[in-house]
DNA sequence: TTGTATAATGAATATTTATTCATTAATATT
DNA sequence: AATATTAATGAATAAATATTCATTATACAA
């Protein structure tokens, strides 16, 4: 008798998600993946059904670990501002560290192999920080001549761009930087 | 004698950048790319070598259309504001008019086609927006305590995340929002 | 220990997709 | 109108990639 190795799921999307940074998804195939998590090809399939499974339990679980990170430690006690420093550091440095998750979804989410399913909780994952801007406008901190999800995009965009050129080199972060970013994020914002 | 109709390869572009925002670079075939522009398979190969070819000559050519629009009708003799906002509409009717080929420029960016050259290239795009903040600073209507390139990224996430939400029907732009939108991003730069 | 069930392997096979090429169609030239 | 030249076609072939499966290795139970 010999039981599974479940950790080997885990390795493998690691290795995946390694080389879809490198060459996208187009440029995945299951010889290269299994030559990247060291076992063999045949192994992927007691483990996946096909490449398609495989992905799509790849982008289930990467949905679901981010869903919890981005409002991790807020606390509803703490004045506005500082609750709002702490998701936006919280999803910044997400995008950082997990820049290769980051890189994943969004190309999934224009490949072949994603579901209907898949795109609505996607959407639905924006709701927690919209909620959070609703209540910096309820303490007349937020200006409310914008609506939630127009204030929302400008707070994410400029998120993303950071990080996407921290990670790419092209502008690094550092404590002071950061700060700086978030200041002119609130500024963005505030009344 | 016959000539060749060199609209196919136009015809060829359109047809790809339709099939990429549905399935990705990464579901690309030329049967689906033939069968969509409406040719033969083997007419693909009369006027590109091959799949990679075509695809890098897509790039290129967008790459160098994108660059002209973005500047276009801004006028130094005009006020700063004016100016910036001419080329802040440009760049976000960019981004939904030619939707498609915003996407699969990111795509291309992480694909296995992409050349090195072809990367120097895209980070040089920028320049001339750096170089229009700069003179914000210079005329004292811009914050010069954050740096260029932190402000453009501000501007620039906003931009991609107001055009994303608009053209997959999440948040729709309309003259009046625009107008507000832009507000939002003079408030996030300006003293 | 030994037997046995099942994980792991990777070469073999199936499937998909890129590319070629023999054939047909179109059009410029005579 | 006849001829010649090249575009266009799409089925045939080649190449790449996903998936299977006969074989081997491992670890648990008896």
């Not at 799921?9 to 995946?16: E, K, P, S």
């Not at 609750?83 to 550091?89: H, Y």
């Not at 406008?137 to 990080?163: P, S, T, W, Y």
């Given at each position: 008798m010999r039981s599974k190795d479940y950790s080997?799921?885990?390795?493998?999307?690691?290795?995946?998600l390694k080389l879809i940074v490198k060459e996208g998804?187009?440029?995945?195939?299951?010889?290269?993946?299994a030559k990247q998590a060291g076992i063999a090809t045949g192994t992927l399939y007691i483990y996946f059904k096909s490449k398609e499974e495989l992905l799509n339990k790849l982008y289930d679980k990467l949905q679901a670990e981010s869903k919890q990170r981005?409002?991790?430690?807020?606390?509803?006690?703490e004045p506005f501002r500082t609750g709002l420093k702490r998701v936006w550091l919280?999803?910044?440095?997400h995008r950082i560290e997990r820049y290769e998750?980051?890189?994943?979804?969004?190309?999934?989410?224009?490949?072949?192999?994603?579901?209907?399913?898949?795109?609505?909780?996607?959407e639905s994952m924006k709701q927690p920080v919209k909620?959070?801007?609703?209540?910096?406008?309820?303490?007349?901190?937020?200006?409310?001549?914008?609506?939630?999800?127009?204030?929302?995009?400008?707070?994410?965009?400029?998120?993303?761009?950071?990080?996407?050129?921290h990670v790419t080199n092209v502008y690094i972060l550092n404590e002071e930087n950061t700060e700086k970013a978030f200041r002119l994020?609130?500024?963005?914002?505030?009344i």
């Amino acid at each position: 008798m010999r039981s599974k190795d479940y950790s080997k799921i885990d390795l493998v999307f690691r290795a995946g998600l390694k080389l879809i940074v490198k060459e996208g998804i187009a440029g995945l195939t299951m010889s290269k993946l299994a030559k990247q998590a060291g076992i063999a090809t045949g192994t992927l399939y007691i483990y996946f059904k096909s490449k398609e499974e495989l992905l799509n339990k790849l982008y289930d679980k990467l949905q679901a670990e981010s869903k919890q990170r981005f409002m991790k430690g807020y606390d509803p006690d703490e004045p506005f501002r500082t609750g709002l420093k702490r998701v936006w550091l919280n999803y910044l440095k997400h995008r950082i560290e997990r820049y290769e998750e980051s890189v994943f979804l969004e190309q999934y989410y224009r490949s072949p192999f994603i579901t209907a399913e898949q795109k609505q909780i996607a959407e639905s994952m924006k709701q927690p920080v919209k909620e959070l801007i609703q209540r910096g406008k309820d303490e007349k901190l937020v200006k409310k001549d914008f609506d939630n999800e127009m204030l929302f995009l400008a707070l994410l965009g400029f998120i993303r761009e950071l990080a996407d050129e921290h990670v790419t080199n092209v502008y690094i972060l550092n404590e002071e930087n950061t700060e700086k970013a978030f200041r002119l994020a609130w500024d963005t914002i505030k009344i």
